[in-house]
């Protein structure tokens, strides 16, 4: 049998995506990149905000038709959407044969054989088809980042956000499990490993923290490059961002989502730190890391946000200057809080304080990525483009230890691999797109 997955929302819903395909792998079945060979698909969707869901959903739509084409295909959905509407699906989506919510990640092989069941004999292809169980960092292994989910679910209940109710309470991996997970992420190929969570730096098992846990990380033979999204600012105390700064393989890139830059809104939206402490820890991860970058979330039409209050968020992005932004429209989830009260900014307005915010956090990022030419950065290079282009140059494309997307001239004797790690110097930028060459490998 052959399956196909469709994954919708954040890298936490990749990696959730990596763990089933681990487990209908186990099952004998092999991944293919289309709908149309595939017997089984899997949706794995996203709620964040109400456009995500509906992207997921109505692709379930289309499904109805791709489903009768073929005697015998099923559709799975997961993920966050899946467990907001569990409930209704057998009515609503008639066509999904198996629904496996968020919270029941780790139970999806045994739901798995319970949909399979009688109707596919998987031991006996398994038998064929399939040699070894995938060991278990293998699993989360893409490209040649190992995608490690250290926690699932949120404690925090920020008013707007819907995720602490579909993923559920705060659960942490201990921390050899996690080791045991780099460790085989990088005996598969990893150069860099990614540690998934909700509020990352909130990690502590077992009397260790956060701090311990990159420590100990850091200490794995082979790895060059250790990531995490998202830490929460409450938690980013001096401790962690000591941490942060000596540890070798920990890259010189923060996310710290902000979401806005109104105390009003902040307190309303009960994020548990003001502007002040936010550009404070800033500051300090500013002072140890030399040339760290910082990324951020931000919202824009949270209910009562005034123009005054908008300001405040654009004179924030000013005064830090993230080297990129993710920005978002204000969307009310059921049973949020915040869609408690009235979604009051019109959505024309949210409209164009979106387009100016990011017109302002695209001007920024163009400058930061101006200041970098000239510079040597170590990218980790991902692909090296086929064909050369019109000029008969050959490219490849990586990725700097602040994040930043490279896209690198080869020369014609150059032996540059996928997952290699090389210096190159900056030699241009576009907006916030960098070119750079080669200088060894
Ligand atoms: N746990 C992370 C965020 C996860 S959700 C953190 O706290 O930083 C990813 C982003 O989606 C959030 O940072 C926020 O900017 C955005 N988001 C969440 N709920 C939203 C909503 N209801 N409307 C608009 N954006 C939302
Ligand atoms: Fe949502 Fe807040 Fe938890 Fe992030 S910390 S997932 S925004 S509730
Ligand atoms: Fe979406 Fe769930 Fe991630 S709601 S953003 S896929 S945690």
Redesign the pocket.
Known sequence: MKYHVVTFGCQMNTADSIEMSAALNAKGMNAVSSLEEADIVLVNTCTVRQQAEHRALSLLGRLKEWKTAREGRLVILTGCAAERIKDEVHWRMPQVDLTVGAKDIDRFSQRLDELLGDSFDWRSETSESFTEEPSPAARGTKGFVAYVTIMRG?N???SY?I??AVRGREIYRPLETILGEVKAGVESGAKETLLLG??VNSYHHDGRDFSELLTQIDRVPGLKRTRFISP?PHYMNTRTIDTIATLPTVCEHVHLPVQSGSDLILKRMRRNYDRVGYIKAVNYLREKIPNVSVTTDLIVGFPGETEEDFKQTLTLVGEIGFDSAYCFKYSPRPGTTAAESVDDVPRQTKEERLARLLEATEAQAARRASQMVGSVQEILTEEILELPDTKGIQWATGRTRGNWNVRCQLDINSIVKPGDLVAVKLTAAHGRSLEGNICSA
């Open positions: 949120c925090y209940s920020c956000c995720v602490p909700q509020t929460h």
